[in-house]
């Protein structure tokens, strides 16, 4: 079946600037992760959903993000001016709730501030 | 705070050779183990997840978990060039997301 499926694939843009970054998780998936991988950085966890519950934040680097999932499917990563170390490739994943434990990643967005 | 320490690499294995990918974390509560791969520019794939001490098969891959020195690890049997990547290390502690290690630089000389 298809696999988690995020939009654009590459952002590119100015800093100051607001980008909306979208992940679409695997059908019947109700876990959904966010992680960014800087160049030459290991992967850093920012979000978790699950289900309809209240998400974790506790790994934002800031108050300039934000996410929100809707209707318990699709989801939305908002970086309020960007500032260039928010360069980066961010990462969805989804899992089963009941298998939490293996999480699947999409492609990633690669967002590039100048 | 949860730490996850891999060599960064590269490791040069011969081709059919065994790879032995090492892993050390800190945070004694963690029960979930994972190894993802990442080929350059792309996403990271599951491979490998491994909840409990000993052992764990699939295919020509071994985990390996031992919960007492905090120490898990990735066997690769008859290595091939396509093995060639980059292995991250990955925990679960808790109600957030994954711990990754910075990963392993694992490549395959033909």
């Known amino acids: 079946g298809a696999g988690v499926s995020q939009s654009p694939s590459n952002k590119v843009t100015e800093k100051g600037k607001d980008v909306e970054l979208r992940c679409d998780p695997i059908s019947g998936h109700t876990a959904l992760y966010w992680y960014r991988q800087s160049l030459g950085q290991g992967l850093e966890f920012l979000i978790y959903f699950q289900g309809n519950s209240a998400p974790d934040k506790s790994g934002l680097p800031s108050d300039r993000f934000s996410a929100e999932r809707t209707g318990g499917s699709v989801s939305t990563l908002t970086i309020q001016r960007t500032q260039q170390e928010d360069s980066a490739v961010y990462l969805c994943a989804s899992s089963l709730v009941e298998l939490a434990y293996e999480q699947y990643f999409g492609p990633g967005t690669r967002l590039t501030v100048t | 705070q949860k730490e996850v320490e891999q060599n960064s690499g590269p490791l040069s294995v011969p081709e059919g050779a065994i790879a032995s990918l090492n892993c050390t974390y800190s945070d004694r509560v963690s029960q979930s183990f994972f190894w993802y791969r990442q080929y350059s520019g792309k996403s990271p794939e599951l491979i490998m997840s491994i909840y409990s001490n000993g052992d764990k098969e699939d295919g020509r891959f071994t985990a390996q978990l031992n919960k007492a020195s905090q120490y898990v690890s990735l066997l690769i049997r008859d290595s091939q060039p396509s093995d060639s990547a980059t292995y991250l290390c990955?925990?679960?502690?808790?109600?957030?997301?994954?711990?990754f290690g910075k990963g392993t630089h694992l490549i395959i000389q033909p």
């Open positions: 990955a925990l679960l502690g808790g109600a957030d997301g994954l711990t």
